[in-house]
């Protein structure tokens, strides 16, 4: 099969860019290098959007220049000159240009907005041809009846079998709800479909509202107020001409208020439905006019705690009605939360096994970062589990909430105050869905975990009252919440201590059978492989019988995450070299490592004491221990102590620029785990992803 897949829709605005970015997910996951390859841009001063977009967002390092063919004004030149020979050929040959730097190339057709958008579909099915690319079909069911849709596919169909196109499948995208299983039927009788993948996704129109920013660019404003918050969506727009009263009597959510800059009463009434908590009914306010408001009124907009963004224009109210009516929203790769949307939204309606299996024939050796990034996603989605976050009121645990659940990654459950929750979703406009919010003093187990807790710590002079104090702290309620199988994991640590979140896990949880002590890894990720580091975060100075858990701990945690376990126990001396306290420890952990391996981990790989660069360094290896199996070929690293460890993780991840995901806790009866108090959203939602999976494993899924 070709190492390239040309998309190309129907017609315009047929959702080609959501599908664009799911493939490019789906081929990230499992190929290190995927290029991107527009044949045909319209040109001009801005860059093309379709580019910026897939390269921004997947951050693919190839030049503009090279991700596309030509421009339409070229195009059009050549045409007209009766060189329509030169037009392919120069596509072509930037294809293959870009082709020799990438193992997989994803093209993406015209959008059908030059002027020759008559011809369009016949020039992509020409070009993807002589790319000898097979085409994956978008099309535009938006507004069609069944058989308009049905009919429209097939007469692309049968085109591009005309032009003998290799066709992959066939998406029908922007369905109504009602025609969904009538097209499907329809088409997957037909004799053109046979062998090919079929998929359908419904329309979702508030995918296509533009942002507050796309509106801004769009009219040219400057940004009077809330210039951090122009990822909000407008929904609709209204005119402020008429008396308030009538103004807000049936105003929708997401309205986008436009008004002349000298209506001060219409402002402040802005300003007061805002400041309620109907805040989510006005997205914004765009003043028009070329009429700044007073200086008391922007000191009042400023004093605002929720006031939404204020964009201002120099045009009349009409010229920009019109404008924002006809706007055509592009999406953005700084709106994340459309983004994830789209990609929510493909994963669900396509068969994304089929479409991998027609797509990519061998599996690439190499992991880079974004791929085990994008593989932990796609782990935990196939059996998802029930992850309690107990910091709730913190807004990067909500932000990555919503990430998770419009993902659907996991069942989530938030602790703190329930009012407090809520408030701050609504002010920060997330949609949190089914997500379970929990105030732990107020749910109906709270006394019956305070009991639990009680008869579990009473031999260590734990009275009821202390019993009740500590189930009331968020990590304690989250941890009985594992324990007593009311969740499947837990994820800590974004405001609280090490110590704060891992306490109550080994009150309560404990440690897994044959294992006495609980340990960390870091999943460094380098350039082209993923490797593990432990212990690097719990333990300072384990002994060797420690050290031979630690070792074994993260062989499995290797495992868990698709990882071949090669285990080295490093020192400063390598084989039977070396003497010394250190290196004695190290050597008499390797041993007990190998006996216990035989019951816990038949034919697992250890070698130690052996040094860095024997165990990473085939050329090094073949010198200081030959014959080894893990010289050379080592993929989890076992530090003798957390001084060395701690130190050469942050030294691999900042000179080598490696990615270190964790710490990853390991050896309890069940996953809690701990996060920076530095941690970003994705850091969030690769811990929870990875969480997950740990508790997948842990019931042998």
Not at 487 to 508: F, K, N, Y
Not at 533 to 552: H, S
Request: overall charge neutral; aromatic content about 6%.
């Amino acid at each position: 099969m070709s190492n390239s897949l040309y998309i190309t829709g129907t017609e315009a605005r047929s959702g080609k860019s959501a599908i664009v970015l799911g493939v490019m997910e789906l081929l990230l996951r499992k190929i290190s290098k995927v290029g991107f390859f527009r044949p045909i841009i319209a040109g001009g001063q801005e860059k093309d959007n379709n580019i910026h977009l897939i390269a921004t967002y997947f951050n693919i390092d190839i030049p503009y220049e090279k991700m596309y063919g030509m421009t339409a004004r070229e195009v059009t030149d050549l045409a007209s000159m009766g060189k329509p020979i030169e037009i392919i050929e120069k596509i072509i040959k930037k294809y293959n240009e870009l082709k020799e730097l990438c193992e997989f190339v994803v093209c993406d057709g015209t959008n059908y907005a030059a002027s020759t958008a008559v011809y369009e579909f016949d020039i992509n099915a020409e070009i993807s041809k002589n790319l000898s690319s097979p085409v994956l079909l978008i099309a535009n069911a938006a507004g069609k009846s069944v058989e308009e849709a049905v009919r429209a596919v097939e007469v692309a169909l049968e085109s591009l079998a005309v032009k003998n196109c290799q066709t992959l499948g066939t998406i029908v995208n922007r369905i109504d709800s009602d025609h969904s299983e009538a097209i499907r039927q329809i088409l997957s009788k037909n004799d053109l479909m046979s062998g090919l993948l079929l998929s359908t996704i419904p329309d979702k129109p508030a995918l296509g509202r533009p942002t507050l920013g796309e509106v801004a660019r769009a009219l040219g404003a400057d940004v009077l107020w809330g210039e951090g918050d122009l990822s909000r969506h407008v929904h609709s727009f209204k005119i402020g001409a008429m008396q308030i009263q009538n103004l807000f009597s049936n105003v929708e959510r997401g309205v986008l208020i436009i008004t002349s800059g000298d209506r001060a009463d219409i402002l402040v009434a802005c300003m007061a439905v805002v400041a309620t908590t109907a805040r989510k009914k006005i997205s914004g306010i765009v003043l028009t006019g070329g009429i700044k408001p007073d200086e008391s009124i922007m000191e009042m907009i400023k004093a605002s705690p929720r006031m939404v963004p204020v964009l201002f224009v120099k045009e009349d109210t009409f010229q920009v009605a019109r404008k924002i009516n006809r706007l055509h929203t592009k999406i953005s790769p700084t709106d994340e939360r459309k983004i994830t949307q789209l990609l929510a939204l493909f994963d669900k309606s396509v068969d994304v096994d089929e479409l991998e299996k027609k797509l990519i024939t061998t599996q690439s050796r190499i992991i880079t970062p974004k791929m085990f990034e994008y593989n932990l996603i796609q782990r935990a989605r196939k059996h998802r589990q029930h992850v309690v976050l107990p910091e709730g009121e913190e807004e990067r645990i909500l932000r990555a909430a919503e990430i998770l659940h419009n993902r659907d990654v996991v069942e989530i459950s938030l602790l703190g105050n329930a009012h407090a929750i809520q408030e701050k979703i609504d002010v920060l406009g997330l949609r949190m869905g089914t997500v379970h919010i929990i105030d732990p003093e107020k749910s109906s187990v709270f006394n019956d975990y305070v009991q639990t807790y009680y008869d579990l710590r009473k031999h260590k002079g734990i009275t009821p009252e202390n019993a009740r104090d500590m189930v009331k702290d968020v990590n304690f309620y989250a941890t009985m919440m594992v324990f007593k199988g009311h969740a499947d994991a837990m994820v800590s640590g974004a405001i609280h201590s090490t110590a704060e979140t891992i306490r109550p896990a080994l009150q309560i949880i404990r440690t897994k059978p044959g294992v006495s002590i609980v340990s960390s890894v870091f999943l460094m990720c380098l350039e082209d492989r993923v490797l593990v580091y432990g212990d690097c975060a719990v333990n300072p100075d384990p002994n060797a019988q420690e050290l031979a858990e630690i070792a074994l701990s993260s062989a499995q945690t290797a495992k868990t995450f698709g990882i071949e376990p090669i285990v080295a126990l490093l020192s400063y001396s390598t084989g039977s070299s070396g003497t010394g306290a250190d290196v004695d420890k190290v050597r008499e952990a390797t041993r007990i490592a190998k006996e216990m391996s035989k019951e816990f981990f038949p034919g697992l790989k250890i070698e130690g004491p052996i040094q860095y660069d024997a165990a990473v360094d085939m050329s090094v290896a073949k010198t200081k221990l030959p014959g080894s199996e893990v010289a050379g070929k080592a993929t989890v690293f076992i530090f003798p102590d957390l001084n060395t460890g701690n130190n050469t993780y942050k030294a691999v991840q900042r000179s080598a620029g490696a990615v270190a995901i964790g710490p990853v806790l390991q050896g309890l009866k069940h996953p809690v785990n701990d996060l920076s108090r530095g941690c970003t959203v994705p850091d969030i939602v690769n811990t929870v992803a990875m969480t997950a999976i740990q508790a997948q494993s842990d019931k042998g899924m």
